[in-house]
């Protein structure tokens, strides 16, 4: 059984940061790549960033590149989404997502087996 559990989010004014942590907890981290989506209301949830197995490849949705970092520690069990310049158009419910993979340098945007309940961000303008 794969647990993950995301924290971090809260309420900031426009241009300001936060980070976002989700630990995982079940199986070998190190064995996933790991991916962040988020999901505004009344809006499909959308991929935002993923990081390989070993953290050396990473993707971004093309609306947060530059302002967010994905990175991740595996010896904590743990992924990060550093977020900052932050905008109205980032409130969401962010998720993180767990997919079990082979090949080290991998990042996905789809196809994640796992995933936490989510942390709510909301960005005041």
Partial sequence: ????????????QAGGSLRLSCVVSGR??????????????????????????VGRTKDYTDSVKGRFAISRNNAQNTVFLQMDSLKPEDTALY???????????????????????????????
């Fill in 95 to 125: 998720s993180c997502a767990a997919l079990e993979t082979v090949r080290l340098g991998e990042t996905t945007r789809a196809g994640y087996d796992f995933w936490g309940q989510g942390t709510q961000v909301t960005v005041s303008s």
């Fill in 1 to 12: 059984q794969v647990r993950l559990v995301e924290s971090g989010g809260g309420s900031v």
């Fill in 28 to 53: 070998t981290f190190s064995s996933y790549t790991m991916g962040w989506f988020r999901q505004a209301p009344g809006k499909e949830r959308e991929f935002v960033a993923s990081v390989s197995r």
